[in-house]
């Protein structure tokens, strides 16, 4: 019984931490010029993330995988930026927060 058990937290453990990995290819280091570019990760155990180039994002959830969910631009309105669905978006330093929820700069180590 207690391995099983012992099993069983091994592998959540390791299965919550592939569920973070990012992959390469949606890797996008930070850019000094632009605040918004880089890849974000979601905080509070949410698994779902923002990849932005330029001025253009994609959202990623993970379901088993990371699957696109959402593509849009970024453009200024007023006082504030505004993607092209409509989400009111920021950066303060290392957070992105996008509607209600924030997200924080993953940095490839």
């Not at 632009?34 to 990760?41: I, Q, S």
């Not at 989400?87 to 993953?106: D, K």
Request: overall charge positive; hydrophobic content about 45%.
């Amino acid at each position: 019984m207690k391995k099983a058990f012992f099993v069983i937290v091994v592998l959540s453990v390791a299965v919550l931490c592939i569920g973070w990995t990012v992959p390469k290819d949606l890797y996008v280091a930070p850019d000094p010029e632009n605040p918004f570019a880089g890849t974000w990760k979601a905080m509070g155990g949410i698994k779902a993330m923002h990849i932005i180039q330029g001025m253009e994002g994609i959202w990623y959830v993970n379901s088993l995988g990371w699957k696109k969910s959402a593509v849009y631009t970024i453009e200024k309105k007023g006082d504030e930026y505004v993607t092209s669905n409509n989400w009111r978006i920021s950066v303060n330093g290392n957070i992105l927060t996008v509607e209600n929820m924030t997200y924080e700069r993953f940095i490839k180590k």
